[in-house]
């Protein structure tokens, strides 16, 4: 194959190749740092100690899958200031629906916390612990940011093997003589 042949990273499919994956694991990268500043603020939440019992009102579908609806049971609180507080307490499918239809009105105690730095009331059912795993996204967004720069090394080498730069892609002079 002639060297005019090959893909290479500065021809127009190279480039729009580099771009969908940098921006692919950008996009997850990013949305992993997105979560895990909201799970800090969520622990730092949970640590004011501050608990208040707020309302189940709605059960919210979020899919339907092959073995029926998943929805999440959706608590609210509103505090003296006027803060409104929304979460989910839990999941169910198709088989709890029934039941859980009938927590709509009971009380559950959850954490609060204020107004998160995306100006999100910040809280957390006291029913799940009082941890939140933010490690997690701090390792997801750690690994597609690597992959972003482990990415441009790899076209930079492959730029130099094409380009024929690199030393020990150079070809040796022949210093035999033939007879």
Known sequence: MRKSQRLHAFSWLGI?????????????GAKG???????????AAIDKNIIVEAEIVALVH?????????YHIMYRYTD??????????????YKTEAE?????????????????????ALTWPVSYGTEVDFNFYL???W?????????????????????NILPI???KPDNTKNG
């Open 169 to 171: 892609r150079k070809k």
């Open 100 to 120: 859980d239809r009938k927590r709509i009105g009971e009380k559950v105690k959850v954490y609060i916390g204020g107004m998160g730095s995306f100006s999100q």
């Open 33 to 43: 740092t997105l979560e895990y500043i909201h799970c800090k603020e969520l622990q």
């Open 143 to 163: 690994v597609f940011y690597s992959a972003i720069v482990v990415y441009l090394i790899l076209c930079i080498i492959y730029c130099l093997f094409f380009y």
């Open 80 to 93: 003296d200031d006027g803060i409104v507080y929304e979460s989910y307490c839990g999941r169910g499918n």
């Open 62 to 70: 979020s899919s339907s899958g092959g073995g029926g609806s998943i």
């Open 139 to 141: 390792i997801l967004s």
């Open 16 to 28: 729009v190749l580099s771009l969908v994956v940098i921006a692919v694991f950008g996009f997850i």
